[in-house]
């Protein structure tokens, strides 16, 4: 079984400063990583995701994330954010085998940028 | 491309009865996954559909049921409604030789009274 979690449920933040949202998994098999974000009232929208290769990938919006096998974390960070990053951020996995398709979401965290 | 539909968009029922959700997966998409989304939390996973059957089903109760029509369509069957079935329920299509990454429509807003 996998598990995720997600480290901060608020962060606020001043903008153009950076950010980071950080996000810890547990698996016995391999996965695949995602960050989705979701805005007021609204689905949720793939930001950016992990499949294999390289551990830095980037994604819409300036968001990049770096896989960490050994620490197991999929960190979220955008280098200067703008009032319109204010959503929900949630990190999910997805089992290579068996669970494929199923996913497992943390409890998200809160973006609040400020002018 | 619509995407990911889902209709209604909001719906308030009565507890004790009974409720269907409807979506259209994103062209091309053959698997419909089903989440529900509790104010505050993540969303969490029902079950998923895939050539008309259920393939893989989380922890949720029997009261939960669906179905997948041959246009991959898919429908979310809720019996017996509790004031804690009070969710966005949010579908989700993809492609079962794909790598899990998914496609959320704008959910259905269910509030049980």
């Known amino acids: 079984a996998q598990s995720v979690t997600q480290l901060d449920s608020q962060v606020p933040v001043f903008e153009e400063a950076p950010v980071e949202l950080r996000c810890n998994y547990s698996?016995?098999?391999?996965?695949?990583l995602f960050w989705y974000v979701q805005y007021p009232n609204q689905g949720l929208q793939l930001l950016l995701k992990y499949l294999s290769g390289s551990t830095l990938v980037k994604g819409i919006n300036g968001f990049e994330a770096e896989f960490n096998k050994s620490q197991t974390s999929f960190h979220l960070r955008k280098p200067s954010v703008h009032i319109s990053d204010t959503a929900e951020y949630f990190c999910a996995v997805s089992a290579f085998k068996g669970s494929q398709g199923n996913l497992i979401f943390g409890k998200g965290t809160k973006l609040s940028v400020k002018p | 491309d619509a995407g990911v539909t889902q209709s209604p968009t909001h719906l308030i029922k009565t507890r004790g009865q009974q409720v269907t959700l409807r979506c259209s997966p994103k062209s091309g998409h053959d698997t419909v996954s089903w989440y529900q989304q509790a104010l505050g939390q993540g969303p969490q996973f029902i079950f998923q559909y895939y050539e008309e059957e259920e393939r893989q089903r989380g922890n949720f109760p029997d009261r939960f049921s669906g179905h997948q029509f041959p246009n991959y369509s898919s429908e979310l069957n809720v019996n017996a409604l509790l004031l804690g079935d009070s969710a966005l329920y949010l579908c989700?299509?993809?492609?079962?030789?794909?790598?899990?990454?998914?496609?959320f429509g704008q959910g259905t807003r269910l509030t049980v009274v």
């Open positions: 698996s016995s098999v391999s996965v695949y």
């Open positions: 989700a299509s993809s492609l079962i030789a794909g790598t899990g990454e998914a496609f």
